[in-house]
C-alpha cells in the first residue's frame, strides 16, 4: 500500500512538474503594450493663425535669442517671421515677446511682406520652460492606467531640464529604458489658483518622458503608485525630457488639447496614439490636483524627500504634463515569470528562508526583462509626433 501511495506521489509530482515546464513553454511573451491606432497618418502640419499661434525660438549667430511666428514646416527646417519685426522686444520669455506686439500686427503678419527666415530644426530651443522641476502625472489616459493595475491620477515632481526636438539619450547598459508621449502646458504667470489658470496665457507643446524601469520597479511601491516613492528617480535621468519644436498659444485651449493627436514611433514601427480628448483629468482638472498636492514634503528623490513643487505653486519655468497614453514598453509580468519567481522563491527556503517574496520576485523580473531585449538600446531611433505641435526625434546611444 505504501508503495502504490509513493508511486501515485511520485506521479503526481512529475505532473505538476511536466505542466509547470509546458505552461513556461508556451507561456506569452509580450515585447510591449498593444495599442489602437487611427487609420488615417499623422501628418505634420502648422496650425491656422485663427485657431493658434505658433511660435519656435533658436539662438542666433551674435547670441542673443530670436522668437519667430511660424508659417510653415519644411522635411527638417521651418520658416516664421521675426517678432522683432513686428515690433516685440528681444527677450528670451516668448510670452513676453508675444506681448510686446499690437495684436493688429500679428493678423496682418502672414499675409504681410515680411521676411521669412529659415531655420533648421535641430537648431531650434527647447519649448518647455527652464527650470529644473516640472510636474510629472501619472496614469491619466484610462488605457494606460489599465496597464499599469492603477486606479487613480496621481502627480510627482519630475527633476531635470528640458532638451531639444534633435537629441539623443542614453540607455545604460543593462537598463530598461522605456518612451512615452505626453502633451505640455506652460503658463506666462505663476499659478496659485484656479482664477490664475483662467486668466493666463497658455503654451501648449509635445514633449517626451523616459522611464528607467528599474528604478521604477525597486522603489515604486506597487499597490501605491502614489506613494511618492520611485516615480522622480525613474524619471529624472539625464535628456528625460525632450520638448517638441513649436510652443503653441491656442485661442481655446481646452478644444486644441481635446482634437491633439500625438504618436511614438520606435524604429519607424508606431507604438503609441492617442488624443488629447482621452484625459482622465484635462490641464484644468490638473491644475486643481497638483494645487493640492503641494504642501507635504512627500516625494522621494535621489536619497531626500521633496515637496512637489518648492514655491507651492505653478511657477512660470515649471511645466504641467499630461501623462502619457497606452502602448509602452513595460509590461506586468507574464506566466514563466510567475513560474521562475515561484521556482526561486521555494530554491531560497521558501516562507522558512526569512526573505520577503518581493526581495526575490524584483530581481528574477528584472533579469527576464534585460533577458528579452524589448527595451529601448543603442543604435535604437524614437520619434514623437502630435499634430500641429510638430515632432522629436531622440537617437538612443551607448
Known sequence: MLVKFLR?????????????????????DPKFNSASFEREALTRSIAHPDTALTLAQYRADAGEIVTLLVDAIHEEAISGIDLADLGARR?????????????DRLTAAFSGPFERHVV???????????????????????????????ESVFVFPKFGTATPARTTVVAPEGGLLDYEVELCMRFDRPIRSLEDFDAAVKGLFLCADFTDRIALLEL???????????????????????????????????????????????????RQDARGGEMTLDFRELTEKVL????????????????????????PDMTLMSGTSEGVIFTTPARHDY??????????????????L??????????????????????????????????IVVEIRP
Open 8 to 28: 501515485y506521489l511520485v506521479f503526481a509530482g512529475l505532473l505538476v512538474s511536466a505542466l509547470t515546464i509546458v505552461a513556461w513553454l508556451f507561456s506569452p
Open 91 to 103: 527677450v528670451e520669455d516668448p510670452f513676453v515677446a508675444l506681448a510686446s506686439v499690437d495684436v
Open 120 to 150: 533648421a530644426i535641430e537648431r531650434l530651443l527647447p519649448t518647455a520652460p527652464p527650470g529644473g522641476r516640472h510636474l510629472g502625472i501619472g496614469t491619466n489616459f484610462p488605457e494606460h492606467a489599465e496597464e499599469a493595475h492603477s
Open 220 to 270: 515604486a511601491d506597487p499597490d501605491n503608485l502614489d506613494s511618492g516613492y520611485g516615480f522622480s528617480d525613474a524619471k529624472s535621468g539625464p535628456g528625460f525630457f525632450p520638448s517638441g519644436p513649436f510652443l503653441l498659444i491656442p485661442k481655446d485651449w481646452s478644444s486644441f488639447v481635446a482634437d491633439t493627436r500625438m504618436m511614438t514611433w520606435l524604429n519607424s514601427e508606431a
Open 292 to 315: 493640492g498636492e503641494m504642501i507635504s514634503r512627500r516625494f522621494y528623490y535621489a536619497g531626500e524627500f521633496y515637496k512637489l513643487a518648492p514655491n507651492q505653486r505653478i511657477d
Open 339 to 356: 513560474i521562475e519567481i515561484a521556482v526561486a522563491y521555494l530554491l531560497k527556503g521558501g516562507p522558512f528562508s526569512g526573505k520577503n
Open 358 to 391: 518581493m526581495d526575490i520576485a524584483i530581481p528574477v523580473f528584472i533579469e527576464n526583462e534585460r533577458a528579452s531585449g524589448h527595451f529601448l538600446k543603442p543604435g535604437d531611433t524614437v520619434v514623437y509626433r502630435a499634430s500641429m505641435l510638430g515632432d
